[in-house]
């Protein structure tokens, strides 16, 4: 299902070259959803991130030019996202644990699998009554959760904690992190 508009969307170009500076470019979609950056370097060892918000959700794709390249077509692909949490499959989670001056620093990575193809994330309006994508309880005395740069959908209240998405189609994980 496609959003109600792909035109005026801001696309953002990520440019990661070896050794060098990372470079920064930005367009906007057209009314069909079409975008197009020029002058960007065509060498196969410079790898670009390709993202756009829609939905207030991000979407985005890896790209590269092959050897002699000058043109790369790439397709961000961009649907509403569906609050049919279902299908999800929880993995296994990982825990490390570090021992510090201050008491113990517990690391919590979960993997979570979306066979769907539309990104899945129920809006804090609509959590009411719902079951989250996963969560967890933290033991007694735990510290407030804190989440890597970037991560949004985890909630807790009190001892508890909700993922809520959004959690796009393959396999992603979610990570957190709290003390004792």
């Not at 005026?8 to 906007?28: E, F, N, S």
């Not at 950056?37 to 991000?58: C, H, K, M, Q, T």
């Not at 794709?61 to 279902?86: I, K, M, N, Q, W």
Request: glycine share 12%.
């Amino acid at each position: 299902e496609e959003p109600g508009e792909v035109g005026g969307l801001a696309i953002i170009l990520y440019a990661i070259p070896p050794g060098g500076d990372p470079g920064l470019g930005r367009t906007t979609s057209d009314a069909s959803g079409a975008f197009a950056f020029e002058g960007i370097a065509n060498a196969p060892d410079v790898s670009y991130l390709i993202g756009v918000r829609a939905d207030d959700l991000p979407f985005g794709t890896r790209a590269a030019f092959a050897p002699g390249e000058t043109v790369h077509e790439v397709e961000l692909r961009v649907a509403s996202p569906s609050e049919d949490a279902s299908a999800v499959l929880r993995g296994p989670a990982r825990l490390r644990i570090d021992a510090g001056c201050g008491g113990l620093r517990v690391v919590e990575t979960h993997e979570l699998r979306n066979p769907q193809e539309r990104v899945v994330f129920v809006p804090e309006a609509r959590r009411a009554g719902r079951t989250p994508l996963f969560e967890v309880t933290l033991p007694e005395g735990a510290s407030p959760i804190s989440v890597p740069f970037g991560s949004q959908g985890l909630v807790q209240e009190g001892r508890r904690v909700a993922y809520w998405g959004p959690l796009h189609p393959g396999v992603q994980e979610v990570e957190m992190s709290w003390s004792m």
